[in-house]
């Protein structure tokens, strides 16, 4: 009896493996573009970025191609070229504080060379107020506050920019909070299922 019910089985998925297969495409598509339509809560974050300058430098006018970062904080691995903006996506080591040095080297370097007047950051919703800790008038004070509460994992690599900084640069979290905290409890739980699934 049990052999029979498991070639039953197989046959009829060998029988629709099409209609099997098209119901997967048909998720996998559904599920890429909300996590795309979604993804930043339908906001524009560029709408609040620093106008550009007409009489900018050739150096910014040559465009993403000239673009370049410390080769001791990092690489670029990839230049995708669409429309008039551009977006550079710094890859987050979250738990490597030698990762979060090299991002600030990496944004200091854009600052300073490039005229990058917004940073995005993941885990956050909206405008983040640094100005607390910006504001401080002693400068080293102020860094090596900002420095250990990075190191402490309680500030990201762009908050601790935008208090160290001598150019203002707007700093944006791209999460939409109802979606990430669903998401972050859904990895929680895909986590204890995973370990509870090694345990057996």
Not at 42 to 65: F, T
Not at 97 to 117: E, F, G, H, P
Request: hydrophobic content about 40%.
């Amino acid at each position: 009896m049990t052999n029979q019910r498991n070639y039953g089985l197989a046959t009829w998925k060998e029988r629709n493996s099409i209609f099997v297969k098209t119901v997967s495409n048909l998720l996998l598509l559904t599920f890429l573009c909300f996590d795309i339509t979604w993804a930043q809560g339908g906001a524009l974050l560029w709408q609040n970025a620093k106008p550009a300058d007409v009489n900018a430098s050739a150096k910014n006018q040559a465009g993403i191609n000239s673009i370049s970062i410390p080769s001791a904080d990092g690489k670029i691995n990839y230049v995708n070229l669409n429309g008039g903006k551009t977006i550079i996506n710094i890859q987050d080591a979250h738990t490597s504080l030698t990762a979060q040095q090299s991002i600030v080297n990496i944004l200091d370097s854009l600052v300073t060379n490039y005229d990058l007047s917004l940073i995005a950051v993941e885990g956050s919703e909206g405008y983040i107020d640094t100005s607390i800790l910006r504001t401080f008038p002693d400068k080293e004070i102020r860094k090596n506050t900002a420095a250990h509460l990075m190191e402490k994992g309680r500030m990201s690599a762009g908050e601790f920019f935008t208090i160290v900084s001598e150019k203002p640069v707007a700093l944006y979290g791209i999460e939409n909070n109802d979606l990430y905290k669903e998401n972050v409890e859904s990895f929680k739980s895909v986590i204890a299922d995973k370990a509870l699934c090694l345990k057996n």
